[in-house]
């Protein structure tokens, strides 16, 4: 039987063509936002919003240098009504409060806030495009804490005593008519000056704990007084923090009592309405309430500000999506015309809100420059530590692994104590608190195996003192651990839970070093890498993976060389290792060590690699400028990423390097970083791992990965169904500096199966594994490759019926996928696809019967279509006489007498013979096969012929 087909075999590994790799490359997360760190003086709130006739918002904060990256300073800006920032609208350096009124031609009249005390400075805004200022008046008036601004742009002042009124250039206004009342004082803490459309004054005033309201023509003259009633009896206020005292609009007064949580509602004439608790549970105890129309208040919550409607008591928060908030502290609330809030916060948008709480648009103008400090350290659950400098002061932080702030780390960061003897006397403060230590700084972070942070903080240097240091040791949730010594100057984690601890008895000399426990009480060094800690000349340590340590000494007068020795892990020295002389100068500090008996440090300005008995390993030649100032991190696979600036002689201007080594000290190619990152700006990177670069990057930190995943290896095949014996080619996209290795069915394919392509004629699931150092294992999708076997290809002789003779062919049946091609002398019969064939000609007969693409070819029959079965028209058929014909293959036959004698044969169709029983007269066929058959009676050279149909 012919079968086209082949044996099963398997052909080795085959590298075909090279496909095009893939680079890699850490790209920037946009998936990590961390909040902006504004400069301490734009922290808390904007001024209440100034709205425009032509509908644009003035708002102030405290001074800024920068709005959106551009240098502007000032205070104020200036938002189209759409929220964009206005750029055309000069800054100033103008202190507001909320109070200010705006005039139809579009001036605006503002008047400071109270802290500026006895100095009542009258600022007027011009209403040209530009704005800017126009007048600024200054009034000197004793004792004034609210003030209100009339119609006409009279000023109504209170002061403890009195009204009294300014005119728009600060001058006293002589026609105002208030008098005092002889004896009496107005409590400033718990009154409230308010105006009613109709220029008259609003006035609560509190007499012991007895609150009264009054009202006074526009020009002073009391008209109306009532006192506070309930239940018939005067309304006494508790002991205890001051409530809040406001009027609504419509002249009722709304009073807020704070350790009662509760508010109160009286009218005009002094009677309780109503008082209900604050129904929210969330309001800031200390914050005000915004009151709003005459029908309901706005209560400032921790994180979502709540609108309480008086008539029902409820209370909805401001915003529809109350998942919504600030990333510090809460929004602050300001009432827009038209039903709208402007809700702000320091570090996030400014929102506009209308009534149902939808945001309606978002505004960010940005305020300042962030300055982060620096990545201090990933912590065991993957959050991360940050230093911020805010302004004078630096905080630290702690950050999910997605940027998003950790609220529950707690730490409040303060400055350091500064000694009585170096608060110099001096009239100017110059040499005192304010000045000689105004920044400070946390130049050292380690965070603990146990979630706890030593924290080193540090004042700016300057020219009158070097500096100054506290340490601090914060529990896991950012509170100070107070059993741990506060009052050291600098703090280094040792082995063992023991610290190094540094003070300083002036700023230039150390006088003090010694060692304490987790408590914070001193300890006895107990071996020399202890001793060499708290010496004099102790530079910096590095640990060591097996446990050992390298300490490096300053050895020399002018701090430019040091020394390095190693300890063992029970703090001896290491005599197997020599102690090394290194330069102090273009230090790179280093991150990390690089194997567990090698050590990588600056050797004379340059990166050195020492063995394990210090002497210079000359394989590892670092690919780095000599001289480069930066640091060095060593990862887990023995790479090295190096951050530095050196100067670049050919341009003469100090450059960044951001690069990363092999273990040999080689540039290593295959580190990319995507181009919207411009190395000029980064200030400090922390590698997270293999896969994750955190970086201070124009002054925030941002998060580089590396995208694994859209490197991830994916198989392709050019087809998954195939037939025994043929081949299949795999292959993979290919990334530069992966490692691949090919598995079958789990298991790892030991021939040339490395390589980013494959033949094979072997059935299996198949898959490749992709190593790569940054990107460690990773698996490849799976693909079932399936190698069918071809089907069976049999004949089987039919005949049609037809008194003519026709051969009919019958192939194997199979399933409703079998396909047939019938062949003569192999060769294609063009239209013969059918199970069935009807042959009509000698020749030999094949069919090629196809299953699953696979086919197979039938074993060859051979007919004859030839005279010993032909029906010549010379023969003697005629006289050859069968009867009955048809029969059930018992017959007799009618033999002419010349043949009495013959030889009798039968036949099939396809001319093969068959035995024919003879009894007397009676012929009998020996099968039960219905179908033709032929007799042949043949006699000497003649032979007749004719047809038996069996039924």
Known sequence: MKRVCMTLYLIGWVV?????????RYELDATFRTPDFYQEATHFYFSEPIVLPDGKIILCTSSFNYINGKHFSGNMFRLHPDGTLDETFKPNLILVGDEHRVFADGKVMIIPPQTWGTMLNITHLKNKENAGLDTVYQSYHPHFHKWKIQSDGKIVALGNDKLFRLLSNGQIDTTFRFQPVAGKQYDPYVLDLSLKADDKILLATRINKNI??????????????????????????????????????????????????????????????????????????????????DDFVIERGVKMPYKIMINTNEAKPLLKDTTLHPAFGAYKVSLLPQGQFLLTNYADELLWVDNEGNIIQKSKPKLGISTVNAVRGILANERFLADIQNGYDTQLYRFYKDGKLDSNFKYQSAKPSIPAQYQLPSPTGYY????????????????????????????????VFVFYRNSYLLKPDGNVDSRFLKDSASTLPL??????????????????????????????????????????EFYEYWPLKDQKNIVARIVSSDNQTMSLTRFLADGSVDASFTPVIISAQNYLKLKGSQYSDRVIATMNGKLSR?????????????????????????????????????????????????????????????????????????????????????????????????NCASLKPQITASKTEACTGENIMLKVNEVEGFRYQWQKDNQNITLNATSTSLNTSIAGTYKIIAQDTDCLTMNSNELRIQFSSPPPAEISPLTNGNTSFIAILQANKGDNRFSYQWQKDTEDIEGANKVSYEVSSSGNYTVKVTHNGCNNVSKGIFIDISPILGAEPNSVESKLRVFPNPNNGTFKMDIPAEFKNGKVELFDVLGRALPLRQQYDLFQINTSTKGSYFIR??????????????E
């Open 937 to 950: 009676i043949s006699a000497g050279l003649k032979m007749i012929t004719t047809k038996v149909l069996v």
């Open 610 to 706: 020492f063995n394990d008995n210090a002497v210079i390993d000359n394989t590892f030649q670092a690919a780095l400028p000599d001289n480069l100032y930066g640091t060095a991190y060593i990862q887990e696979d023995q790479k090295i990423m190096v951050y530095g600036k050196y100067f670049n002689e050919e341009k003469a201007s100090d450059e960044i390097l951001f690069v990363r080594l092999n273990s040999d000290g080689t540039r290593d190619t295959t580190f990319r970083v995507t181009p919207a990152i411009d190395t000029r700006f980064i200030s400090n990177i922390f590698p997270v791992s293999s896969q994750e670069i955190l970086l201070v990057y124009k002054g925030r930190i941002e998060r580089l990965v590396l």
């Open 495 to 536: 082995p063992n839970n023991r610290f190094a601890v540094r003070q300083f008895s002036n700023p230039w000399t150390t006088s003090a070093r010694f060692l304490v426990d987790k408590d914070g009480q001193r300890v006895a060094p107990q071996n020399e890498f202890e001793q060499r800690i708290i010496a004099s």
């Open 432 to 463: 005192g608190d304010i000045t000689a230590f105004n920044t400070v700084k946390n130049p050292e972070v380690f965070p603990l195996n146990d979630g706890s942070i030593v924290m080193n903080r540090e004042t700016d240097r300057n020219s």
């Open 16 to 24: 075909v063509s090279v496909y095009s790799q893939q680079k890699k």
């Open 212 to 293: 009264s309201i009054q009202l006074f023509s526009k020009d002073g003259v009391l008209e109306k007084k009532a006192t506070l009633i309930h239940n018939g009896l005067p309304f006494e206020i508790a002991d205890g923090p001051f409530p809040q005292i406001s009027f609504f609009p419509n002249g009722k007064l709304f009073m807020r009592d704070r350790m009662a949580k509760a508010y109160y509602l009286f009218d005009q004439d002094g009677k309780l309405e109503k008082n209900h608790l604050l129904p929210t549970g969330v309001f800031d105890k200390w914050g005000n309430t915004i009151i709003g129309s």
